[in-house]
């Protein structure tokens, strides 16, 4: 499966940004999806993930409460709503999927697609 992210841009401390991951090539709803990002100097860290149908999901605790993972299995999409944006989020963020892993680990995440950049001004 090939995936694009989408979506990033600049914006203010406080605005809302909704990310899009565009699947093509697979079944999508056969794949596990995530959301890593990574800022300059810092190694890729975990966002959010979500099952294949897209019961459970899963957030780091920088996050949770302030952003939410959904997909769309139809549309072969996925997305990321990031609300209550904060300067420390600022990264490039990729989309991810594996048909089995669903965790933390970025190098366990079979196929990644290129990144989109969020920056949060203060």
């Known amino acids: 499966v090939q995936l694009q992210a989408s979506g990033g841009g600049l914006v203010q401390a406080g605005d809302s940004l909704k990310l899009l991951c565009a699947a093509s090539?697979?079944?999508?709803?056969?794949?596990?999806m995530g959301w890593f990002r990574q800022a300059p100097g810092k190694e890729r860290e975990f966002v959010a993930a979500?099952?294949?149908?897209?019961?459970?999901?899963y957030y780091a605790d920088s996050v949770k409460g302030r952003f939410t993972i959904s997909r769309d299995n139809a549309k072969n999409q996925g997305y990321l709503q990031m609300d209550s944006l904060k300067p420390e989020d600022t990264a490039v963020y990729y989309c991810?999927?594996?048909?089995?892993?669903?965790?933390?680990?970025?190098?366990?995440?079979?196929?990644w697609g290129k990144g989109t950049l969020v920056t949060v001004s203060s």
């Open positions: 090539g697979g079944t999508f709803g056969s794949y596990v």
């Open positions: 991810a999927a594996d048909p089995n892993y669903i965790g933390y680990v970025a190098g366990a995440w079979g196929h």
């Open positions: 979500i099952s294949w149908g897209g019961g459970r999901t």
